[in-house]
């Protein structure tokens, strides 16, 4: 029973998941804001974009020390 559980384990770790807005593959999962109304995850580029909407105006990147 231990080694089906494994096996499963694997098979969901392959898994491609696709962004809820491009359908296209993701890299980084994302979770949309609850206020967003969108089921499932995002990729980086949609929620960058969705982000932006929400909170429109210029954006200061800050700790670029951290880079």
């Known amino acids: 029973m231990f ?3 494994i096996k499963n384990r694997k098979n969901t770790l392959g ?3 696709k962004c809820s807005i491009c359908n296209g593959k993701i890299e980084l ?3 949309p ?3 967003w109304n969108i089921e499932g995850t995002l990729c980086g580029v949609c929620y960058s974009k969705k982000a932006h909407t929400h909170y ?3 954006h200061v990147r800050v700790n670029l ?3």
Do not use: A, T
């Open 65 to 67: 020390d951290l880079d």
């Open 29 to 31: 999962r994302y979770k």
């Open 56 to 58: 429109p105006g210029e």
């Open 3 to 5: 080694f089906i559980l």
């Open 15 to 17: 898994l491609k998941e």
């Open 33 to 35: 804001m609850k206020e």
